[in-house]
C-alpha cells in the first residue's frame, strides 16, 4: 500500500514550478498510475479547502488535509509538515483562514512555538524535514516539538530518499518520505514508501505509528512475514501470513485454536530450526515439576574448588599391602656369599634410604602457596585500593615467592628421582651378577621403610579423601522467575559431595537410590583410615574397593549429590499457588529470546489480569519489537487486542461440525473468511463479543474501538 | 623424666629381639606387648607385615620415645653362627630403616598421624 504524505497540488510560493498544479482529473489519473492509496495535501504555507473537498471525493486513494510551513526555530528555518485528521478538516481550514490572514505564502514564517500552540490541538501528523532534506530540523528544535507536542500529534521525520528513511527506520526513527511532486505529469515516477499494512482511515494509520516505530516497508524489512501452511485437521488446509509479531488465534472454546498452534509449532520444528520455544496452560503442573526440577551436573563439582588429583581415587584402588624382604633373601646372601674383587657393589647399602615424604611436603607446600596467591589476586581491586602503588611490589613478591618454592620442589624432585634411580641401577646390577653367577646379593633393606612410606602415603590420601567428604554445602540460586509481592522466586540448589547432608529426595550423579550405598562408602573409608596402620587394613581396605568397583566410582565426583528447594526473595521456603506456577513457566518462556517462534495457550489463565496488563502484554510487545514470531490462542481481550496483533485468526462455530476461518487486523478492521473474500467482518465488534476481559482492559482500548465500545 | 620431642636425644624404648631355634626352626622373637616372631627360614610374609605394623605402631605412638631393636641370643635355645650372622644384619639393617623414618615422622606427625 503505497503512501504520500507530502504532496503539493498547488502553486503557492513564487519559487515553485507551474507543474505542481494539478486539476482533478490529472489528479485521478496519477493517482490511479501510481497506485498511492493514501495522499496528503501539503502546499507551501496554505490551504485549499474547497480543492480538499473535491480530491477528497477521489475514488483511487484516501486524502487527508495538511498544509506545509516555513518555520523559524532557534536554529535556523526548516519545513514542518501538518497532517490533520479529515474528521478536523473543517477546524483546520478555519485555523489556516486565520492564520494566513492578510499574509503571503512567500513571506509567511511561524515560530515554534505558535507552532505547537496553534496546530497541537488538532489529531494530527507533524512531519519535519530532516537530516538531507532541506532546510531541516535542527536536532534542539526537534527536542523542543518531542517535549511540546501531545499524544494526539504524531511526530516523524522525512529525509531526502527513501533509503535514508530505511536507514532511519532501522535505527529506531519513525521516518517516511513524500513525493514533494513538482511536476505532476511524472508523478508515477516518485520513489513512495509502502505501509507494511493496509490501513482503513486516518485513526488506524496513528494506531500502526504507535505501534512500530518502523511503518513502512524497507529495503531492510521487505520480508516481515512468513507464509506458513498448516493442516490442523483432515479437513482443513491453511496458508497464514504469520508475522515477526504478535499473531492471535481467537474463538469459542472447541474451535480448534489448540490444534491449530499445536500444527504451528510442528510446522516450525518441522523445518529444523530448532527456534520454537510453546507453553500450553493445560500442561502447567508438568511444566512447573519441570522448572523446579534441580539435577546434578558434572560442573557443579567446580563450586568447590578442589583439582583433579585430589578428586581422584587411583591411588586408593591401586594401593596394595606393600612386600617385606623375605629373611631367607638374608640366609640366601650369607649362606652363598663369595666375596668378588671386580663387583664391589654387591655387598652395598644405599647411603640414604628413599622417603618421598620431603617431596610431599614441597608439594603439598606450593600447592597451597599457588592456591594462595590465585586467592590473593581475586583481591586485586581492593588491595590497590588500599595499598595503591605498592600492589605491584606486593605481586613482585609473590612471584618470587611461586618461583623459589617451585625451584625447591623441582630440586627435591631430581633428588628423590636420582635416589630411586640409583637404587633400581644398583639392583639390576645384582640382579644380572646373581644370574651370571650363581650367586646371591646382600638385600638393599628389610623393606620397612617403604613399607612405612607407602602406608603413610595412603593415610594422606584417605586424609584427604575424608575431608573432602566431610566439606559443607554449597549453595547456588537458580531463578525461576518474578513473582508479583514475592519478588524473585529461586530455586535453591544444595550442592554436596558429603551423603550425609541428603536425605532420601536428594538425586545423585550415579542415579537413584544411591544415598545409603554411598553413605555407607563414606563410614567404610573412616574406617579403613583408623586402621591404617594396623593388620586389619587389608579387611578395610578390600571392603572399600569392593564397595568402589561395585559402584564404578574413581573419582570423588562421583560422590556429588544436590538438593533442592523452592524459595522466595527473603530467603523462606515457598510453594507457590497455582496460578504463581503458571506465572512461573510463563515467564521463563517469554524471556527466552534466544527463540524465534513462541507459540502460547492460554496464557492468560490463572494468572489474573493484573499479570496480564503488567507483565504478559508489556512483554509480548517487547518480544514483537524483537521481530520474535508470537502465535498465541487467547480468549482474553487484553492479549487479542492490547498486543495491537498483525495478525488475528479468528475461528467460528457454524454447528454440525462446521467451522470458518477468518484473517485480519486492527488496523484494517477487517476480518476476511478464509476462501471466501466476500465475506467480511469487522474486527473490532468480532473481538468485542469474542474476548473476555475486565471492564477496565476495555475501557483502556477505547483507541483501538472508537465507538464501537459504546 | 623422658626429654621432648624435636629435642636432639631422645629417650630410647629398646625392644629386645631374641634369636633362638624352637623345633629345628630358627626364629626372631619380637618382644611387643604381643610378642610376635619370624621364621627366618620362611618365604611366608605374614608374620613380617604384623612384625612391620606393630613396629608402626609403636613409632607413632612413642611421640617422647625412640624405637631401637636390640638383638640377643637365646642360651636356651642356640641356633648355629650363620643364623647369628644374618639375624644381626637384618636387625642392622631394621634399625638403619626405623632411624631415617625417624628423621619424616615428626613432619608426618603433624599432618597425618
Known amino acids: 500500500m503505497k503512501i504520500d504524505l507530502h504532496c503539493h497540488t498547488k502553486k503557492t510560493k513564487q519559487g515553485d514550478g507551474e507543474s505542481r498544479n494539478v486539476d482533478f482529473d490529472l489528479f485521478e489519473r496519477k493517482i490511479q498510475d501510481a497506485d498511492v492509496k493514501v495522499l496528503a495535501i501539503t502546499n507551501h504555507n496554505h490551504f485549499d479547502y474547497e480543492q480538499y473537498l473535491q480530491f477528497s ?9 495538511g498544509i506545509e510551513l516555513d518555520v523559524s526555530g532557534t536554529n535556523g528555518k526548516y519545513h514542518c509538515i501538518i497532517i490533520v485528521n479529515p474528521k478536523e478538516a473543517e477546524q483546520f481550514n478555519e485555523i489556516c483562514k486565520n492564520e494566513f490572514k492578510n499574509k503571503s505564502p512567500d513571506n509567511y514564517l511561524i515560530s515554534a512555538e505558535d507552532l505547537v500552540n496553534i496546530f497541537s490541538e488538532l489529531d494530527s501528523i507533524f512531519l519535519v524535514h530532516y537530516l538531507n532534506k532541506e532546510p531541516s530540523i535542527h536536532d534542539e528544535d526537534l527536542d523542543f516539538l518531542q517535549e511540546r507536542l501531545t499524544d494526539k500529534n504524531a511526530l516523524l521525520l522525512e529525509p531526502s530518499s527513501l533509503k535514508s528513511a530505511g536507514i532511519m527506520v532501522a535505527h529506531g526513527l519513525r521516518s517516511i518520505v513524500g513525493s514533494d511532486v513538482k511536476d505532476w505529469n511524472n508523478y508515477e515516477e516518485y520513489e513512495l514508501p509502502q505501509l507494511k499494512l493496509q490501513v482503513s482511515d486516518f485513526d ?50 472447541g474451535t480448534g485454536k489448540t490444534e491449530i498452534l499445536k500444527s504451528m509449532e510442528k510446522n516450525f520444528q518441522d523445518k529444523g530450526n530448532n527456534d520454537v520455544i510453546s507453553y500450553y496452560a493445560a500442561k502447567n503442573k508438568i511444566k512447573y515439576k519441570e522448572l523446579i526440577e534441580i539435577n546434578p551436573e558434572q560442573n557443579d563439582i567446580n563450586v568447590f574448588d578442589l583439582d583433579n588429583q585430589s578428586l581422584d581415587l587411583k591411588l586408593l584402588l591401586d594401593w596394595t599391602i606393600p612386600n617385606a624382604t623375605n629373611t631367607q633373601d638374608y640366609y640366601n646372601w650369607k649362606a652363598y656369599f663369595q666375596p668378588s674383587k671386580n663387583f664391589g657393589f654387591m655387598n652395598s647399602d644405599f647411603a640414604e634410604l628413599i622417603s618421598d615424604v620431603t617431596l610431599n611436603k614441597w608439594k603439598s607446600v606450593y600447592k597451597e602457596i599457588k592456591s594462595g596467591i590465585k586467592q590473593i589476586l581475586k583481591h586485586e581491586k581492593e588491595i590497590e585500593e588500599v595499598a595503591g ?101 529461586y530455586v535453591e540448589k544444595n550442592i554436596s559431595l558429603n551423603p550425609d547432608n541428603f536425605d532420601g529426595d536428594s538425586k545423585f550423579i550415579l542415579g537413584q537410590g544411591y544415598l545409603r550405598k554411598l553413605q555407607n562408602l563414606k563410614k567404610s573409608i573412616i574406617d579403613l583410615e583408623s586402621n591404617v596402620f594396623t ?42 499457588s497455582t496460578g504463581e ?106 473481538t468485542l463479543k469474542v474476548l473476555e476481559g475486565g471492564r477496565n482492559a476495555f475501557n483502556e482500548r477505547g483507541v483501538i474501538y472508537g465507538d464501537k465500545r459504546n | 623424666m623422658p626429654l621432648m620431642k624435636g629435642e636432639l636425644s631422645m629417650e630410647i624404648k629398646e625392644i629386645e629381639v631374641v634369636l633362638m631355634n624352637i623345633d629345628n626352626k ?44 636390640n638383638l640377643t641370643i637365646c642360651k636356651e635355645h642356640p641356633t648355629t653362627k650363620l643364623f647369628e650372622e644374618i639375624a644381626t644384619e637384618y636387625i642392622k639393617q631394621l634399625n638403619l630403616e626405623i632411624e631415617k623414618i625417624y628423621e619424616d615422622v615428626d613432619k608426618l606427625r603433624e599432618d597425618y598421624l
Not at chain 1, 500502526?208 to 498448516?230: A, H
Not at chain 1, 467451522?659 to 476480518?671: A, K, M, S, W
Request: charged residues 30%.
Open chain 1, 535 to 576: 593388620i586389619a587394613i587389608n579387611k578395610s581396605l578390600s571392603e572399600v574397593k569392593k564397595q568402589l568397583n561395585d559402584m564404578g566410582i574413581n573419582n570423588l565426583d562421583k560422590f556429588l549429590g544436590v538438593s533442592s528447594k523452592v524459595k522466595k526473595a527473603d530467603g523462606n521456603e515457598y510453594s507457590p
Open chain 1, 57 to 65: 471525493e477521489s475514488q483511487f486513494s484516501t486524502v487527508w488535509p
Open chain 1, 581 to 686: 506456577q503458571s506465572m512461573l513457566i510463563l515467564n521463563n518462556v517469554l524471556i527466552n529470546e534466544g527463540y524465534n517462534v513462541f507459540i502460547l495457550d492460554e496464557p492468560e489463565l490463572s494468572v489474573g489480569n493484573e499479570y496480564i496488563n503488567n507483565i504478559i502484554v508489556p512483554r509480548l510487545k517487547e518480544l514483537s519489537n524483537l521481530n520474535k514470531k508470537i502465535i498465541i490462542a487467547t480468549h482474553d481481550a487484553n492479549i487479542g487486542v492490547r498486543t495491537l496483533p498483525l495478525q488475528t485468526i479468528y475461528r467460528v462455530d457454524k454447528g454440525s461440525n462446521k467451522y470458518e476461518t477468518f484473517l485480519g487486523n486492527p488496523f484494517t478492521d477487517n476480518l476476511v473468511c478464509y476462501g471466501n473474500e466476500s465475506k467480511v467482518l469487522n474486527w473490532s465488534e468480532v
Open chain 1, 389 to 489: 602503588n605498592e600492589l605491584e611490589n606486593f605481586k613482585n613478591i609473590l612471584n618470587i615467592v611461586d618461583a623459589e618454592i617451585r625451584k625447591k620442589l623441582i630440586n627435591e624432585y631430581c633428588n628423590w628421582w636420582s635416589l630411586k634411580l640409583e637404587k633400581t641401577t644398583i639392583n639390576k646390577m645384582k640382579s644380572i651378577y646373581q644370574s651370571k653367577k650363581g650367586e646371591y646379593p646382600k638385600p638393599s633393606n628389610t623393606g620397612f621403610n617403604d613399607f612405612f612410606v607407602k602406608h603413610i602415603g595412603l593415610k594422606k590420601k584417605i586424609s584427604e579423601i575424608k575431608t573432602i567428604l566431610d566439606m559443607g554445602v554449597q549453595k547456588n540460586e537458580i531463578t525461576i522467575g518474578n513473582l508479583p509481592d514475592k519478588g524473585r522466586i
Open chain 2, 26 to 69: 630358627d626364629i626372631l622373637e619380637f618382644g611387643f606387648e604381643q610378642p610376635e616372631h619370624i621364621d627366618l627360614n620362611s618365604e611366608d610374609q605374614t608374620h613380617l607385615r604384623e612384625v612391620f605394623y606393630l613396629l608402626m605402631k609403636d613409632i607413632i605412638k612413642e611421640e617422647t620415645k625412640r624405637i631401637k631393636l
Open chain 1, 204 to 253: 488506524k494509520f496513528k494506531l500502526l505509528l504507535k505501534k512500530d516505530k518502523s511503518i513502512i516497508k524497507t529495503f531492510l524489512d521487505q520480508k516481515n512475514y512468513e507464509l506458513v501452511t498448516i493442516q490442523p485437521f483432515s479437513d482443513l488446509k491453511l496458508t497464514l501470513e504469520i508475522y515477526n509479531d504478535v499473531n492471535v488465534i481467537i474463538g469459542g472454546k
